[in-house]
């Protein structure tokens, strides 16, 4: 998919060569059921879908300290298509009318110097956490009462993201917020990992905000759920027999 302001005869060169490409390739792996559809029309084959997820042992006992009994963390990079000046924008709103919300920021990037300054002004209710280690992500996660997945609708190829950050919560038990539309949604409404909302619009992420928060003791059985199905169906142990499955429809590796 391509933005509006590139030529036409760019878009026509670069899907014929898609084209070509993906007809002759032995077999076909997308991280998504929506870019599956777009590669099965596309060379006429059954392209294989292998998520883009983690393993079952992706765990941690410990916890990353914070003051707030209802916790909102982002964790990844800090760049424009995320939409995170809206979700800070929209949390300053929403922690003007609860006392005991915190959000957590961790990751880096240019939009690095708006979040450090926003924590700084609002410290607190917002604390960056600033580059941290993979390693640290499950410490991270442990924490949280919601994950925030977004992606901007102005980047077409968004329609086909499916961040490991979706699985890497619903792994924890952490129910998600994302974007309302494309492979993100579809995931979180599909399995029940969460919430959707429409992450271009501060006053649409508020008020979703606010309906999550009435609504916490729901909110904890959807993540015990999260975590139930993300064991039985989501997990890398689960789900790699499909690569295995692509991987012996190339000639000669069987």
Not at 114 to 126: C, F, M, P, W
Not at 174 to 181: E, I, Q, T
Not at 227 to 238: A, I, P, Y
């Amino acid at each position: 998919m391509f933005s509006a302001g590139v030529p036409s005869a760019i878009k026509i060169s670069v899907n014929s060569l898609e084209s070509r490409l993906a007809k002759r390739a032995d077999v076909i792996i997308t991280s998504g059921h929506l870019l599956k559809k777009r590669m099965d029309s596309l060379c006429g084959r059954d392209a294989i879908v292998v998520q883009n997820t983690v393993s079952a042992d992706f765990q941690s006992e410990e916890k990353v300290s914070h003051s707030g009994d209802f916790t909102i963390g982002y964790i990844g990079g800090l760049i424009e298509g995320r939409n995170l000046t809206q979700l800070v924008n929209a949390f300053k709103m929403f922690a003007e009318s609860h006392d005991d919300v915190r959000l957590l920021i961790a990751g880096w990037g240019p939009l690095k110097e708006y979040v450090s300054e926003e924590a700084d002004r609002n410290s607190r209710t917002i604390r960056y956490l600033g580059k941290v280690d993979y390693s640290q992500v499950p410490a991270i996660l442990s924490s949280l009462s919601l994950s925030i997945s977004f992606v901007s609708r102005l980047v077409p190829n968004n329609m086909y993201a499916t961040p490991n950050k979706v699985f890497e919560a619903a792994s924890h038990g952490v129910p998600l917020l994302v974007s309302d539309f494309g492979e993100l949604a579809s995931i979180v409404r599909k399995w029940n990992l969460g919430y959707t909302t429409d992450s271009e619009r501060p006053d649409a992420i508020l008020s979703s905000l606010h309906d999550i928060y009435r609504n916490r003791e729901s909110l904890k059985e959807m993540g015990m759920r999260a975590k139930e199905t993300f064991m039985q169906h989501l997990s890398w142990e689960r789900v790699q027999d499909e690569l295995v499955r692509a991987y012996d429809q190339i000639p000669g590796t069987r």
